[in-house]
């Protein structure tokens, strides 16, 4: 998924950056409430994490829910991006407001990544409206928390790229996903992107999962073939 971080300590931010890249997620960064909203309005997310605590602008000091401004602003344009608050501000008071404002969940620092990534992938699974954790098409079952994917019960290895372009195309299966598309799921703001990278990975899962199970549609990009 394409991840927006927004997360003014440059420690946390650059562990949980680093961290959900190794669990295949693009991440995007920013420090404060004016980059925040930039990124939101030029940007399509997958989903945010919204720390309450940012300045308005770089070099301003914290101000303690600025973060809610940010949230208010994407539910009043009808933006239904699933946003978790990320805070260490645990009185149930801040909870009520965070989850009033629009906010999809709600975890108080300091908490276990094994927590943070199962939520993401929570949150993910209700907004698509899925109960099954398991995404499963024409054979092939894919499940996001143990990273594992099966084709015809047999297991089948993927690098962390491989499995985000296959997730890609499964969570809309028979939908064209576009080059741009799927570099949206591979790579965040300043990372180098290969121009053939896409193609490469497509490549690859083809000679893993057998040549009819991603179709490519000239010139506009790939989908899963239909079941037979």
Do not use: C
């Amino acid at each position: 998924m394409r991840l927006l971080l927004a997360e003014d300590d440059r420690m946390i931010g650059d562990s949980l950056r680093q961290a959900l890249r190794l669990e295949g997620h693009a991440v995007d960064w920013v420090y404060d409430v004016a980059a925040a909203h930039t990124a939101l309005t030029a940007e399509r997310f997958d989903l945010v994490l919204l720390d309450l605590g940012l300045p308005d602008l770089p070099g301003q000091p914290t101000r303690p829910t600025a973060g809610l401004a940010v949230l208010r602003a994407l539910r009043s344009r009808s933006d239904a991006t699933p946003v978790i608050v990320l805070t260490a501000r645990d009185a149930t008071a801040d909870r009520v407001a965070g989850l009033d404002a629009g906010a999809d969940d709600y975890l108080v620092k300091p908490f276990e990544l094994d927590e943070l990534t199962a939520r993401i992938r929570a949150v993910a699974r209700r907004h698509a409206g899925r109960a099954d954790p398991a995404l499963a098409h024409a054979g092939l079952r894919l499940d996001p928390a143990t990273r594992q994917v099966t084709q015809d019960g047999r297991p089948v290895l993927l690098s962390a790229r491989e499995f985000a372009v296959l997730q890609a195309l499964m969570q809309r299966p028979g939908a064209v996903l576009s080059r741009a598309q799927l570099e949206d799921r591979l790579y965040g703001w300043g990372d180098a992107v290969e121009s053939n990278a896409v193609s490469v990975y497509v490549h690859q899962l083809r000679k893993k999962l057998g040549a009819g199970v991603i179709d490519s549609m000239r010139g506009v990009g790939y989908f899963l073939a239909p079941a037979p």
